[in-house]
């Protein structure tokens, strides 16, 4: 009899306690294991081009890069790498913004441990998991969009597909068009969003209820 190998996971933390916490709840799971471990996203970004992780668990509030940024590194350069975003914040800006960034899962660390390990395996399963306690956030900008949206339909396509944290070169494959047209789309959803970025403009558009 063969038996499936443990889901591997890389924890980034920059709080030794917390790491420690974290490392032996997930390692009493049978189907579950802390392969490799990071105290910033820079090492955390280190660590995964050393290791196979099928689940990384980040930090929101990281020293150095955030969290934030870590997830959207790790997408850009590890896209099969599910990401399970930790906060001690409950911050509806902070839950747009990781669900901009790429996060798979997005968890409480005041949380029980049953939440985290649901997390945890719903993200290596391929499916979202929002903390109970943040859901309403993302309820919230689905039931209170805003107006018609300022988009054309064009930059509507060029926006989710930011959103799903393509680069314009990708976008440009997708769609069929030079990397030139899709910069100017960029250039004019970033206007009429008031976004100062592209991570800025996903976010803005999650809220409005636009994506």
């Known amino acids: 009899m063969t038996f499936a190998s443990p889901t591997r996971i890389l924890l980034i933390e920059d709080h030794a306690f917390t790491r ?3 490392r032996a709840a997930i390692n009493l799971e049978t189907d579950l294991r802390v392969t490799a471990e990071a105290r910033s996203g820079e090492e955390g970004l280190e660590v995964l081009a050393r ?27 590890w896209p099969a790498v599910r990401v399970v975003m930790l906060t001690a914040h409950d911050l509806r800006d902070e839950v747009f913004a990781a ?18 390990l649901l997390a945890i395996r719903a993200a290596a399963a391929g499916s979202a998991y929002l903390d109970p306690q943040v859901a309403h956030h993302v309820l ?34 997708r769609l069929g068009v030079s990397v030139s047209t899709v910069k ?28």
């Open 140 to 173: 919230g900008g689905i039931r209170a969009p805003d107006t018609a949206s300022p988009l054309t339909a064009r930059e509507m396509d060029v926006l989710r597909l930011i959103a799903d944290g393509m680069s314009n070169k990708d976008i440009a494959l």
């Open 99 to 116: 669900l901009a960034g790429g996060a798979d899962a997005y968890c409480l660390k005041s949380a029980q441990s049953d939440l985290l």
């Open 20 to 22: 420690d916490g974290l």
């Open 184 to 211: 100017l789309h960029v250039q004019d959803l970033l206007v009429k969003l008031q976004a100062a970025d592209r991570t800025q403009a996903a976010v803005k558009a999650l809220r409005r209820g636009l994506l």
């Open 51 to 77: 290791h196979e992780v099928d689940v990384a668990v980040v930090d929101i509030g990281l020293p150095g890069i955030d969290g934030i940024q870590t997830c959207t590194e790790i997408k850009r350069g």
